[in-house]
Antibody
Framework: QVTLRESGPALVKPTQTLTLTCTFS??????????VSWIRQPPGKALEWLAL???????YYSTSLKTRLTISKDTSKNQVVLTMTNMDPVDTATYYC?????????????WGQGTLVTVSS | NFMLTQPHSVSESPGKTVTISCTRS????????VQWYQQRPGSAPTTVIY?????PSGVPDRFSGSIDSSSNSASLTISGLKTEDEADYYC?????????FGTGTKVTVL
């Protein structure tokens, strides 16, 4: 059974760095083809893809946000971590992690429940 | 980067058919697969169509997907509309370095 769960602060201040952790089970990120991605959704708005890391430690970032994002993995802990620097109120959103099974380009087949992050002073 | 544009909303009566379009702004719609996700209020998205026209197990055959190179767009069709289909729907594709989601369409079952 595949599960993913996001964790991190519910509230961050402007200019701070956000660190989110995706803890997953039911698969290994060392298996060929496996990837974990981060997606966010501001309240009432559309989904926005942020970053992806694959089994081979290749990393992909949203062109518009890549200067602020870092994605990493700890295979032994079944965790993927996303950091986003210089947070702004417009970054207020629900942040999801999701699995991809067949390498970059394949669809997201399992999603976490999401975690709401509010950016406010 | 390219964009995927969807109609903001569509509405129809139970039992009828709705079609949602997803137009790619640059590059060919046929160059990379299109997926469709359903998102009910307060829930994470789930896949209803992958690789342009494939249904995951458990998704009813009332859901179908297609692409049209002439209009550079993909479409999701829901036939035999049910109240449980009321949700937001997002198309998604990618290029060599980015995943891209569509603008989203709210489907209302009248």
């Amino acid at each position: 059974q595949v599960t993913l769960r996001e964790s991190g602060p519910a509230l961050v201040k402007p200019t701070q760095t956000l660190t989110l952790t995706c803890t997953f089970s039911g698969f290994s990120l060392s298996t060929s083809g496996m990837c974990v991605s981060w997606i966010r959704q501001p309240p009432g708005k559309a989904l926005e893809w942020l970053a992806l890391i694959d089994w081979d430690d290749d990393k992909y970032y949203s062109t518009s946000l890549k200067t602020r994002l870092t994605i990493s993995k700890d295979t032994s802990k079944n965790q993927v971590v996303l950091t986003m620097t210089n947070m702004d109120p417009v970054d207020t959103a629900t942040y999801y992690c999701a699995r991809i099974q067949g390498g970059y380009g394949d669809p997201f087949d399992y999603w976490g429940q999401g975690t709401l992050v509010t950016v406010s002073s | 980067n390219f964009m995927l544009t969807q109609p903001h909303s569509v509405s129809e009566s139970p039992g009828k058919t709705v079609t949602i379009s997803c137009t790619r702004s640059s590059g060919s719609i046929a160059s990379n697969y299109v997926q469709w996700y359903q998102q009910r209020p307060g829930s994470a998205p789930t896949t209803v169509i992958y690789e342009d026209n494939q249904r995951p197990s458990g998704v009813p055959d009332r859901f179908s997907g297609s692409i049209d190179s002439s209009s550079n767009s993909a479409s999701l069709t829901i036939s035999g509309l049910k109240t449980e289909d009321e949700a937001d729907y997002y198309c998604q594709s990618y290029d060599s370095s980015n995943y891209v989601f569509g603008t989203g369409t709210k489907v209302t079952v009248l």
